[in-house]
């Protein structure tokens, strides 16, 4: 269950960063896609409106499986972060 939830965490960073064009990982960015297509894993491309729903619920499942374990710090936790 915690391997799954890491991977989880993981996949939602390096989307996050993905979809924010975040400047200070473009090297990780472009890292992990050359990775990533070397192994095999091809990229699908939902366009920019499926996307930013995706991440959006992405986000928020993320968010209520923190809630959910540490009602109290992962609310305060989720408002200082700021979503």
Same mark, same amino acid.
């Not at 400047?23 to 095999?40: H, L, P």
């Not at 939902?46 to 374990?69: C, N, P, T």
């Given at each position: 269950?915690?391997? +799954?939830? %890491?991977?989880?965490? $993981?996949?939602?960073?390096? #989307?996050? +960063?993905? !979809?924010?064009? =975040? +400047? @200070?990982?473009?090297?990780?960015? *472009?890292? /992990?896609?050359?990775?990533?297509?070397? %192994?095999?894993?091809?990229?699908? =491309?939902?366009? #920019? =409106? @499926? !996307?930013?729903?995706?991440? @959006?619920? *992405?986000? /928020?499942? #993320?968010?209520? !499986? $923190?809630?959910?374990? %540490?009602?109290?710090?992962? #609310?305060?936790?989720?408002?200082? +972060?700021?979503?």
């Amino acid at each position: 269950m915690r391997s +799954a939830i %890491a991977v989880g965490a $993981v996949v939602l960073v390096f #989307a996050t +960063a993905c !979809s924010r064009g =975040d +400047a @200070e990982n473009t090297a990780v960015i *472009a890292s /992990e896609r050359e990775r990533q297509g070397k %192994a095999g894993i091809q990229p699908i =491309d939902f366009g #920019a =409106d @499926e !996307s930013k729903k995706f991440l @959006e619920k *992405a986000i /928020e499942v #993320a968010w209520q !499986s $923190v809630i959910k374990r %540490a009602p109290e710090t992962g #609310a305060k936790l989720r408002q200082l +972060a700021g979503n």
